[in-house]
Structures are given as C-alpha cells and as structure tokens.
C-alpha cells in the first residue's frame, strides 16, 4: 500500500464505495484523515461499507443511482448543501462491465450511461464545489477510473447507444472505457484554458480481483458468475494493489492534470502504479470534443467549464 498524505480538512466523494476499488479508496482515505462521501445504488450494502470506513475515519453515504440521471441530480444538489460547496476530490469510480444489452432508467445503452454519462453529468454539476475547494497551488481533483479495455473501443459520438452498430457487451464497455478517457482529457483542456484551480486526471486498476467481472457474469449466469470466483483468483491482483494508481491520481504531489495512471508492471495488467498507455483514438482531440458536445446533448446537464 502507498502511504497517503495527511488529508485532514479534505473532503473526498467516492462512487461506486460499497465494495472493491471504491470501498478500498474510501477506506484508505477516511484513514488518511479524509471526510468520505460514499455513493452507493444498494442502502443496504452501502450500509455495511460505510461502517467499514467509519471504522478508519469519519464516513458519510451518498445515495445514487449512475444510470439514472434525476439520481445524478439530486445526488449532487445533495453533496453541495452537505459540503458547503467545498469538495477537493471526486473520484469516478462505480462502473458496470460487459453486460448484456439493457437500458438506464434514460433509455441509454447501459454501460455509456452508467460509466460515461452519469459520471459526467455528476462532474459537470460538482464543479461549482470542486472550484471552490481548489487553489492555484493545490487544485482540487476529478479521478476518473477507466480500464486497459479502452484499447478495444471504438466510440461514435453521433451512435452513443448502439443503434447503428452492432452492440455486443466487449464493446460497449470498451467504448465506455474509451469515453472515459477522452472526457478526462477534455475536461482538463477546458479547465486549464479556465484557469481553474481544478485538475483532471484518469487511472485504471489493471487486473484487479474486484466484483466486477463476477457482477458481470451473473447477469448472464449463475454458472458463470461461480466459475468467475477461481478464475478471478488467480488472473487477478488483489484489490490492495489494484487500488493504487487511483489512490496516486487522488492525491500524489508528481501528479498534474491529464495524467493517465496504471500498474507499471508487464502489459499494465499489475504492479506499482506510474504514468499508463493511451490508445491512439484515446489522444484524438477531434474525437474528445465531439463526444463533450454529445454528452451535454444527452444529458441535458450545461457542461462546465464551457
């Protein structure tokens, strides 16, 4: 594990915090210091993680659904009356994983609005609070949690949901994936020509023995969903190690905006975290600011910074 920095007088959202990489970033920074915001669609799971890190430090649950966009925006009015309009890091990390085709509560394709749209529109909406806490000197920071898969992806931003393309659930988490990285870039572009004391910046955990895959394959199975748990196992580093490029891009001084963080070991599947490859259309410009345009489109949320 790395060692944290002092993060007292901090205030930390995590999404996706009632297990896996979002419980352990919650833990860690709640024993850091950290006043914690841990979102959570499940109240009762979210129950049981939220003790976990109040064991560590001072915890608070959010209640929000990613996939439905009214979630989005109450949960985010909720945050800044909580916070005083004071929040130093989002971390986006919940997420769904190759599922089979299904639509949010909005009628978009369930992975792209459950892994890109809701996570925008909830950055877009914290961005008032996230300015607020930030200073020229020690911005605040948006952590957005993308994946190796992104290399796979191919996104339209005029065919976000699948209509024209033939879906198949590899490649809608791969586009998410892919979409994640090109909202950090452009989100940080935009901030950087703001002149706002806020960062962006994305990590991904490798191949991390997370719920994830299990969640995953559960859907389609309940025989698959037992059979992930050995597999898992032994194809996976343990959530300990998995955790720590996002933990770095949170809060490591070497970090500045744009960056992109992963295991540093062979084909970035595990290791100690460092700087993380990008695929070629995850460094289209062109690309980034279509998809910008389409998600405030999709979402009706005003994108911010402008």
């Known amino acids: ?79 800044r009356e909580r916070t005083g309009d004071r929040l130093h890091v989002l971390m986006n990390n919940a997420g769904v994983m190759a599922t089979p085709r299904a639509s949010t509560v909005d009628g978009f394709e369930l992975q792209i609005g459950t892994n890109h749209l809701g996570p925008a529109a909830l950055t877009w909406l914290l961005m008032p609070a996230l300015r607020a806490a930030g200073s020229a000197g020690d911005p605040a920071r948006v952590v957005m949690v993308s994946s190796i898969a992104h290399n796979r992806g191919g996104l339209d931003p005029d065919d976000l949901n699948f209509e024209r393309r033939r879906y198949s659930p590899a490649a809608g988490y791969g586009a998410s994936k892919l979409a994640n990285l090109l909202f950090t870039a452009e989100l940080d572009r935009r901030l950087r020509a703001a002149g706002d004391p806020v960062i962006s910046v994305a990590a991904h955990p490798g191949s991390t023995r997370s719920e994830l895959l299990g969640n995953s394959l559960r859907q389609r199975s309940a025989l698959l969903g037992w059979l992930a748990r050995p597999i898992n196992a032994v194809v996976t580093q343990p959530v300990r190690t998995g955790v720590l490029p996002q933990l770095a891009a949170a ?9 992109y963080i992963g295991p540093r070991g062979p084909f970035e599947v595990a290791g100690r975290p460092g700087p993380a490859r990008r695929s070629g259309a995850a460094r289209d410009v062109a690309l980034a600011r279509r998809l910008w345009d389409a998600t405030a489109s999709a979402t009706g949320v005003e994108p911010d910074p402008r």
């Open 1 to 79: 594990m790395i060692t944290l920095p002092d993060l007292s007088g901090r205030t930390v959202l995590v999404t996706g915090a009632t297990s896996g990489l979002g419980l352990a970033s919650a833990v860690a920074f709640a024993g850091a210091g950290a006043r914690v915001l841990m979102t959570a669609r499940d109240r009762c799971r979210g129950r049981v993680a939220l003790e976990k890190a109040r064991a560590c430090g001072r915890a608070e649950l959010v209640d929000v659904d990613l996939a439905d966009l009214g979630s989005v925006r109450a949960a985010a009015a909720d945050v």
């Open 251 to 259: 809060t490591s001084p070497q970090v500045r905006g744009g960056d």
